[in-house]
């Protein structure tokens, strides 16, 4: 899957509005998938909220590729930043660039831009919780929801503002290219992951992933790669640097379930989209998810989840990750650590 990314900027952005999630798409972009990455702006220069300058900018594209992808960053001023005349070209701009397969998203205030072309128009979204008001005269015809860190409906998605900025980011590279890569670019982040008490439970790529040891990390990072794979004790710790006890200590400590447990955890989540295919036998499934049998399957499915296998491939082709929601905690330890 390709995708083509362009960070739109206007004068006075709120720097991490645009640096949050512009690191976090780089990151991904440098982890060999088909990312390209655009900062365009209706100017080539441009103020920030810190005071510094961002330069180079692209200009806006009169007409959008396909498979691409617009994010739109707040400012820091709104009332003075968006009656700049600059803040009307891209308000032109969005009416009129985007194509049928486009997807917008916005960060903080950026709402209030896509609010302005007519975006959220019938949809729902949302904003910084000091802007709620604003969006909701704004775009009278939205459904402007408050607590949401981000909200997603359909091709638009809109940010609760600032670091939900990476919150976003990470989602979208979750949705196009796998939990698997926004695992990895998170933990290049160190940022701690944890999804809202309303929305489902984290796909096992992201879960047990809310720690800092890096052995722990590289067994899991080993069994996420091929979770059919039957890892042994002795497998698991040459990949860990150290031994099967302490690397089974380790596990329980820090990532808070046993090895074990999170074996079949993604062995579970490599059944359910095999499931969906009516044309695969149980037994395939079991065999193809790493499970010595169907009856294997069965028994550790019913420990971790409801209703059957079966059920679960039924009901799997109606179901979204559009709320897929990932809350961000910034960690004081550096990247390094990951090293």
């Given at each position: 899957m390709s995708l083509s990314v362009w960070l739109v900027l206007t004068p006075n952005v709120l720097l991490l509005d645009y640096a949050g999630p512009a690191e976090a798409l780089r990151m991904a972009a440098g982890m060999d998938v088909g990312l390209t990455l655009h900062t365009c702006a209706p100017v080539p220069r441009l103020s920030t909220s810190?005071?510094?300058?961002?330069?180079?900018?692209?200009?806006?594209p009169e007409r959008l590729p396909p498979d691409s992808l617009v994010v739109v960053a707040g400012v820091a001023c709104e009332a003075e930043d968006y009656a700049r005349p600059e803040a009307q070209?891209?308000?032109?701009?969005?009416?009129?660039?985007?194509?049928?397969?486009?997807?917008?998203?916005?960060?903080?205030?950026?709402?209030?831009?896509?609010?302005?072309?007519?975006?959220?128009?019938?949809?729902r979204c949302t904003t910084h919780h000091s802007l709620t008001g604003t969006l909701r005269a704004l775009a009278p015809a939205a459904r402007v929801e408050e607590d949401r860190v981000f909200v997603e409906d359909g091709p638009v998605l809109t940010s609760a503002g600032i670091t939900t900025g990476i919150d976003l980011a990470l989602y979208l590279v979750e949705r196009h290219f796998g939990g698997a890569l926004a695992a990895r670019?998170?933990?290049?982040?160190?940022?701690?992951?944890?999804?809202?008490?309303?929305?489902?439970?984290?796909?096992?790529e992201l879960a047990w992933?809310?720690?800092?040891?890096?052995?722990?990390h590289r067994a899991q990072d080993a069994i996420a790669s091929d979770p059919a794979r039957r890892w042994s004790a002795a497998e698991l710790a040459a990949q860990a640097h150290v031994s099967p006890r302490h690397?089974?200590?380790?596990?329980?400590?820090?990532?808070?379930?046993?090895?074990?447990e999170y074996q079949?955890?993604?062995?579970?989540?490599?059944?359910?989209?095999?499931?969906?295919?009516r044309?695969?036998?149980?037994?395939?499934?079991?065999?193809?998810?790493?499970?010595?049998?169907?009856?294997?399957?069965?028994?550790?499915w019913a420990r971790y989840e409801a209703g059957s296998p079966r059920a679960q491939g039924q009901a799997a082709p109606t179901r979204s990750l559009r709320s897929l929601v990932v809350?961000?905690?910034?960690?004081?330890?550096?990247d390094q650590v990951f090293g």
């Open positions: 810190v005071g510094v300058e961002l330069a180079g900018l692209e200009p806006l070209q891209v308000i032109d701009w969005l009416r009129r660039a985007p194509q049928a397969d486009t997807r917008i998203a916005s960060v903080c205030s950026g709402a209030l831009l896509l609010a302005r072309a007519g975006l959220l128009d019938g949809r670019v998170a933990r290049r982040l160190v940022v701690f992951l944890r999804r809202g008490g309303d929305d489902p439970q984290l796909p096992p992933r809310n720690h800092l040891h890096p052995a722990v690397l089974a200590r380790l596990f329980a400590r820090h990532a808070g379930v046993s090895i074990t079949q955890r993604m062995r579970l989540a490599q059944a359910r989209p095999l499931l969906a295919d044309n695969l036998s149980l037994e395939r499934v079991a065999e193809l998810s790493g499970f010595g049998s169907a009856r294997d399957l069965r028994r550790v809350c961000v905690k910034l960690c004081k330890r550096v």
